[in-house]
């Protein structure tokens, strides 16, 4: 193949291309958005199975809060769930002993360190 031939079939090429992705713009961003919706009503479907409303409404609570916090916790418990290491359900006492044991975890570890040799020598006592 000469090169006037190969660039016109890569030009044909890359205008199939544009026109796949560029043709309906509405319908790829709604069938995203579709498939968003799909999966939060799945985790919304899974959670309601697993916890009583009580603990329901503390997780939500903590979803105001502290989103990322309660994210965390939603995606231990549908872990939990499709693992079956929960069978029943879940009441706010449950959860919130899971609730401990995650901040547990994410609580960060700190050390103070006290040098006590530079402690001893303050120039402070030369002054006597």
């Known amino acids: ?3 006037p031939e190969l660039e016109q079939i ?3 090429r890359l205008a199939q291309l544009q ?17 968003k919706r799909e999966a939060e ?16 409404a ?8 502290k989103p990322e916090k309660g994210r965390l916790v939603e995606n231990m418990l549908l872990s939990m769930a499709s693992s079956g290491q929960i ?3 879940l ?14 975890q994410t609580r960060p570890q ?12 303050d120039d402070s006592d030369d002054e006597l």
């Open 1 to 3: 193949m000469s090169d």
């Open 10 to 12: 890569r030009a044909q």
């Open 19 to 35: 026109s796949q992705y560029k043709g309906n713009p509405e319908a790829n961003q709604k069938s995203a958005e579709d498939r």
């Open 41 to 56: 009503e799945m985790r919304n479907n899974i959670l309601t199975q697993v916890l009583s409303q009580a603990a329901r």
């Open 58 to 65: 503390r997780l939500n609570t903590l979803m105001v809060g």
């Open 87 to 89: 069978m029943g359900k």
């Open 91 to 104: 009441g706010e006492s449950e959860l919130i002993g899971i609730l401990e044991k995650v901040s547990e």
């Open 110 to 121: 700190c050390s103070v360190k006290f040098d006590r040799r530079r402690a001893a020598l």
